[in-house]
């Protein structure tokens, strides 16, 4: 037997970054997920386990310490958690729902700064107003040619999700439009 | 850059809003002229006594500007700021002039002046209505060298750029509570009143400053101030609210289902050097609860005799073109009317020293007010009089005026004429937005009448003539709007006082006198198409009777100025001639854009890499290094063969497949199609997808499973593992990853909503890596722990999960070339340093990496099929010798009365075999057809076609399979291939050229 080998996640944008005067993006390292699919009977007992209340209205989430539960669809919940992998709390779990590990499936963009809505705007065709898209606000959606999840974390901070392989498109895109704004936004 | 403002001219020193501070240069045709700051090239080359700007389309005719804005069908210009960029058909009344800006005329050869192609005019009683649809019918073989390469010629005005599009541009969706399209007084207004009640405002306006009217219209008062100035500060106050958002030089070109309004921001056209980081255009999406139409209207030119000459031009726009730019359309300055408006356009050319010589107004009895003040200024006024036509050709020279109802021609020298035929409201944005017109008879026009979306529209537009009417119609649109909106909103009244901008009386659709019918003049309704009064009166006659075919006929408002001057003159010529009412005739649909845009702006970021996304597996950039050849599959890009140096695709094929069942290869199955299936039913919904059975699947087992449509026929295939009891692994073909989900999750929502089972795409969570081959064991159990992977534990079609490299795996034992192998599932995130690892030991072993095309080889080598090579559609299972894939006993599955069907166990189908050349050296073309005897005469019967082929260097001979009618009742029988130079003759055998028995799978 050879020694195993200690081998480290590679993230499929590497170490790439965009920066411009009110705009960066960023790619966000690691992190795990879980998609998840909950019986209506079954959301409280799941909730336990997990450690946070899984949203049952459209467009919304719920936070606690690294771990968000995204709602995607009326059983269907995207959780992240940047620092250990959900589907361990779930694994002996006895309750009628569906818990797949996607921790690699999907990898994560960060846009980040006072044009990030324009910037996401560029390819999204969600309204991203605070007032209609709080912090807090995720929503499944399009960013150009590109299925995305996005998640509002902070007023002027958004997680953006992509399956790996559209990562590169996803990100172009954002730097693309991160470069237009910045220029539009100091004529 | 100093030029002196005293070589303009027809710059009138005092009037308009340029300052003589800021003046900048450009050129025309080549000549260095001077302009000033905020000059379109319009009003500059006006303010130089230049009117002849161009040819037109079919005659050469010369012309000049005509409009001073986007309506502007006449004035096309090529606009060049460098060898890249080069725009034609740029309407000369829109562009802003920059310092350095070029333009050039068009349509025009050797000049401007001297037209060769003007010999078209002489000759143009060929070239009337319909005359290509006439002309260019026969000879067929006149086709090719006379007439297509003379259309071609003819198409079209201006060149257009040959080098790539230097230019980037920008695109963003947006959403607001109000969209107001129009930033003239009544746009302002609507505006303002919905962003002081809360509302989050959009106001868009095509030109470079808003105000729309106010740009000529000096006789408005608005809150004590000139209604122009009024207009800068309501712009700059509502651009200072958070809840408003001003675009200038923005015009809304499309009006598409539920308020989404597309609008296209020039950016940086209007500049001398425009950064570089800068998009040239923004293309704003914009979805709206709310739309306030506020476009206005257009003014419409008179149809009569010649009335395309250079220095002929709208009423409004000479008003426009002194109030604004501060220049005089001409020195002594004719009036041709049938409206009210060109009366103040005449008294304030008048006032600022420009000789009237008459006006011209075809009503016998005009508003005596404006009678009155014609004459205290001393203009003579002819009423009921008609300009018969004009005289001069580069420029007019004079007008030949005549009673309306007959008499003595008068000739009276002019440089200039300015015209109204009244005014059009601009429906066309409504119109797109669905919703019908109405006629409004009283005035011949057409305004909104039903509405399909939530929008409603607001003065001139709205045929409100009336200005304090007006400003009260887009209050109450604003409010209400936002009100309806914003329920919650502190209410905030908004009061504007205006006065002056009486409302414009008179109105002539249709040929004016002097042009009717009977008449053989060209009186131009369509300047850009050229199109004239007796061409719609042709078309009438020669049986046209819909508005829809006389404009296709004529072409009549199918020019890029979309008809905005010459619809309504069409429309009522055709009525006439038709002996019918104008609104049984009917108006055409107006159709996006509203003005022409670019491509650029279309297309916007998806060109180069962001065209369409491009996947990479995550061994992607290892394959690269090892020198990989890809090849597109789907969005794919996919490792296809992986040559050393100095061998062709075919001889690194060959060692592939070789070295793979000699030896080990390793291959990268990333792209496969991946589906977790998991819950209580999970099981018996496979049972019910599959044709296979699956409830007794065994946990660790796999199986290969096909998957039908309704109808019977193969539409997927793929191995599924059963990690536990209610958690299964499916597999899908790399393309067939999308429509498997999506056809699953169609059933489960609508057949079998009672199940309770869930599916979850895991296509890009694992990364696979299939190494197969003798020593693939060998390879491989070095780095695997906790699975025992000896055939008698780990048998054929069985899984374990365990760990690999120290990552998790899910190993299947399992094959696609007939080997013993493995597939190897390692997170995605790990798939590159696993694949590092295990090639590394591959490569000391003597393995070798291989691609797509050995893949190909060496599943056709054991008869496997590709769903999509080896299946069209019109496939069963049984017809693809997979009939044991079928479960018998089961009483279910998708496609199971489909398979009953009687043509679908009728004798005779195509079915799957092989064939063998029996020279043993042809390799067969993919898709050719095969025949049962090559000397019958022609057309042959087909009876089969191949649908993989390669030349097999494991067998040592060209291998094959094809669909061939009742194939499994032919084996060891002859058949032929006719191909272009030769028939090659081929044997009917079973699909499986090598290890038959299959006791290889089983190391």
Excluded at chain 2, 671 to 694: C, R, S
Aim: glycine residues 10%.
């Amino acid at each position: 037997m050879a020694k195993p080998l200690k081998l480290e996640r590679a993230h499929p944008l590497g170490d790439q970054n965009f920066g411009a005067p009110g705009i960066s993006i960023t790619s966000v390292r690691g992190g795990y997920r879980c998609s998840l699919r909950v019986a209506q009977s079954d959301i409280s007992a799941v909730s336990n386990a997990l450690g946070v209340d899984l949203p049952q209205a459209p467009k919304t989430s719920a936070r606690s310490a690294n771990r968000v539960a995204m709602w995607l669809g009326p059983d269907e919940w995207l959780i992240y958690d940047s620092k250990a992998n959900p589907i361990d709390d779930l694994k002996n779990i006895n309750a009628l729902c569906s818990a797949v590990d996607v921790s690699h499936r999907n990898t994560a963009i960060e846009a980040k700064g006072p044009l990030a809505a324009e910037v996401i705007n560029a390819g999204c065709p969600q309204d991203l107003s605070l007032e209609v898209f709080p912090v807090g606000a995720c929503s499944r959606t399009i960013l150009g040619k590109a299925e995305i999840v996005l998640y509002r974390a902070k007023a002027d901070t958004f997680h953006i999700e992509c399956w790996r392989s559209f990562a590169p498109y996803v990100f172009e895109l954002l730097r693309t439009a991160a470069r237009d704004q910045s220029a539009l936004a100091v004529r | 850059m100093n030029a002196p403002v005293s070589i303009q001219p027809n710059r009138i020193p005092g009037k308009g809003r340029l300052s003589a501070a800021d003046p900048l240069r450009f050129t025309f045709d080549g000549k260095t002229l001077p302009a000033l700051k905020g000059d379109t090239v319009a009003s500059a080359l006006i303010a130089n006594d230049i009117h002849l700007v161009g040819r037109s389309f079919k005659y050469h005719r010369p012309r000049g500007i005509v409009s001073a804005g986007s309506e502007e069908p006449n004035a096309l210009l090529g606009i060049q700021r460098d060898v890249a960029r080069h725009t034609p058909n740029i309407r000369a009344t829109v562009q802003e002039v920059y310092d350095g800006l070029e333009a050039t005329s068009q349509n025009r050869w050797p000049s401007l002046k001297y037209d060769i192609g003007e010999i078209n005019d002489i000759a143009s009683p060929l070239l009337s209505a319909g005359f290509y649809y006439k002309t260019f019918m026969w000879p067929r073989k006149a086709w090719d060298k006379v007439y297509e390469p003379f259309i071609r010629k003819a198409a079209g005005l201006g060149k257009a750029p040959v080098h790539k599009d230097p230019d980037h541009y920008s695109s963003q969706h947006e959403h607001c509570d109000v969209l107001i399209l129009g930033g003239g007084i009544a746009g302002l207004s609507a505006a303002l009143a919905a962003a002081k009640n809360g509302a989050r405002v959009i106001i868009c306006d095509e030109q470079a400053t808003f105000g729309g009217a106010l740009h000529f219209d000096s006789d408005v008062t608005v809150d004590g101030m000139d209604g122009f100035s009024w207009a800068q500060k309501v712009t700059a106050e509502l651009a200072a609210m958070d809840n408003a958002r001003v675009l200038l030089r923005t015009t809304a070109f499309g009006y598409y289902a539920q308020n989404y309004v597309a609008l296209i921001e020039r950016v940086t056209e209007h500049l001398s050097a425009p950064r570089a980081d800068l998009p040239r255009e923004r293309l704003w999406e914009v979805r709206a609860k709310k739309v306030i139409i506020a476009t206005g209207s257009i003014e419409r030119h008179m149809v009569f005799a010649n009335n395309d000459r250079p220095g002929i031009l709208l009423a409004s726009a000479a008003r426009t073109y002194l109030n604004h730019y501060g220049v005089g359309v001409g020195k002594n300055v004719g009036v041709y009317t049938a409206n009210d408006s060109a009366y103040a356009a005449a008294f304030d050319l008048k006032e600022a020293g420009i000789n009237i010589p008459a006006i011209v107004d075809v009503r016998d009895n005009p508003n005596e007010e404006l009678l009155a003040k014609a004459s205290a200024l001393g203009i003579r006024v002819l009423t009921g009089h008609g300009v018969m036509a004009a005289g001069g050709k580069l420029r007019v020279s004079s007008m030949s005026v005549a009673p309306v109802n007959g008499g003595a021609n008068e000739v009276i020298a002019v440089d200039s004429i300015i015209m109204s035929g009244g005014w059009t409201p601009s429906v066309h944005m409504f119109s797109q937005s669905r919703g019908k017109v109405t006629y409004d008879a009283d005035k011949s026009r057409f305004v909104p009448g039903v509405y399909a979306q939530d929008c409603v529209s607001i003065g001139a537009c709205n045929g409100t003539d009336n200005l304090s009417a007006t400003i009260d119609e887009a209050i109450a649109a604003g409010e209400d709007a936002a009100r309806a909106v914003r329920h919650n909103a502190k209410q905030s009244a908004t009061a504007i006082n205006a006065t002056g901008g009486e409302a414009w009386e008179g109105t002539l659709i249709g040929a004016a006198p002097g042009a009717e019918a009977g008449k053989v003049v060209k009186a131009f309704v369509d300047f850009q198409n050229d199109v004239t009064a007796k061409d719609i009166r042709l078309a009438v006659q020669e049986g046209f009777h819909s508005i829809e075919h006389v404009k296709r006929f004529t072409t009549n408002g199918m020019a890029t100025d979309q008809g905005k001057l010459s619809n309504m003159h069409g429309l009522a010529i055709a009525a006439e001639a038709l002996g019918k009412d104008l609104p049984e005739v009917g108006l055409t649909t107006f159709r996006a854009p509203y003005t022409p845009v670019t491509f650029g702006a279309l297309v916007s970021h998806s060109k180069g890499t962001l065209f369409e996304p491009t996947r990479k597996t995550p061994m992607h950039d290892s394959e690269v290094a090892i020198g990989a050849v890809f090849e597109d599959v789907g969005s794919w890009k996919r490792a296809w063969y992986y040559p050393k140096t100095g061998e062709d695709m075919h001889a690194a094929v060959n060692r592939e497949c070789k070295t793979a069942r000699t030896n080990v290869g390793m291959f990268d199955a990333s792209t496969l199609g991946k589906i977790e299936v998991v819950g209580p039913d999970a099981a018996e919904f496979l049972n019910l997808i599959y044709t296979n059975p699956f409830l007794k699947l065994g946990v660790g087992k796999l199986r290969y499973g096909i998957m039908c449509r309704e109808d019977g026929f193969i539409y997927d295939d793929g191995v599924v593992a059963r990690i536990a009891e209610d958690r299964f692994h499916v597999t899908t073909t790399t393309g067939g990853a999308p429509r498997v989900l999506n056809m699953m999750e169609d059933y489960l929502q609508t057949e079998f909503p009672h199940m309770k089972v869930w599916l979850t795409s895991t296509s890009e969570q694992w990364a696979v890596i299939a190494v197969q081959g003798p020593k693939s064991r060998d390879i491989v159990s070095p780095f695997v722990e906790g699975i025992d992977l000896s055939t008698e534990a780990l048998p054929h079609m069985s899984m374990a999960e365990g760990t690999i490299c120290g990552v998790p795996t899910r190993l299947m034992r399992m094959s696609f070339t007939g080997e013993m192998g493995f597939e190897i599932n390692v997170p995605a995130d790990y798939g590159r340093a696993v694949w590092d690892t295990l090639y590394q030991a591959v490569e000391e072993a003597g393995g070798c990496a291989y691609g797509t095309e050995a893949m190909h080889v060496l599943r056709a080598e054991k008869g496997y099929i590709i769903v999509g090579q080896d299946t069209d559609g019109t496939v069963t299972p049984y017809d693809a010798g997979l009939g044991w894939a079928v479960g018998k006993k089961k009483t279910d599955f998708v496609g199971i009365r489909g398979l009953k069907r009687p043509d679908l166990v009728a004798e005779g189908r195509r079915q799957l075999v092989g064939l063998k050349s029996v020279d043993g050296r042809s390799v067969l073309e993919e898709g050719a057809q095969i025949v049962d005897d090559p000397n019958q005469p022609m057309p042959m019967k087909m009876i089969g076609w191949v649908s993989s082929s390669y030349w097999s260097g494991n067998a040592q001979k060209p291998i094959a399979m094809a669909l061939i009618e009742d194939g499994f009742n032919l084996m060891g029988k002859k058949l032929y291939v006719p191909m272009a130079n030769e028939v090659i003759e081929v044997e009917v055998c079973k699909a499986v050229f090598v290890d038959e028995e299959g006791g290889r799978l089983h190391g």
